[in-house]
């Protein structure tokens, strides 16, 4: 897919992360302040259903994906404390390069993460 995508590999459990919330903000700093752009949840391979953003939508800037990550892992059945280690896990990212697509995973467990630029 072009534009924007992601997918959530839980590391815990050694699957999929199905049903995590994903929300995507163009950062536009200033009094202009943070705009959401969209708002979904993972299918149960981890995936969106669809891009984030269409390649025909980006723009030049700075963006944010927020993963509402301890909802999941406590629907998952796992016992966090409260407040979770991890809540929501926020990557901020420059897109620079329009027409390029930009495939964003996420490696996740209860109390550590990584990601990195895809294909």
């Not at 994906?65 to 896990?89: H, I, S």
Request: glycine residues 12%; negative net charge; charged residues 20%.
């Amino acid at each position: 897919m072009s534009g924007l995508t992601t997918h959530i590999l839980d590391t815990a459990r050694g699957c999929p992360a199905g049903g995590v919330a994903i929300r995507l903000y163009a950062c536009g700093g200033g009094a202009q302040g943070d705009a959401l752009l969209s708002e979904t949840r993972t299918t149960e391979d981890g995936r969106c259903a669809a891009p984030l953003l269409e390649s025909v939508d980006m723009k030049i800037g700075r963006y944010r994906l927020e993963f509402d990550v301890a909802d999941y892992f406590r629907a998952a059945g796992m016992d966090l404390p409260d407040p979770a280690f991890l809540d929501v896990v926020t990557i901020s990212f420059g897109v620079a390069e329009l027409g390029s697509s930009y495939h964003i995973p996420l490696l996740l467990s209860p109390y550590g993460y990584s990601t990195y630029r895809g294909s």
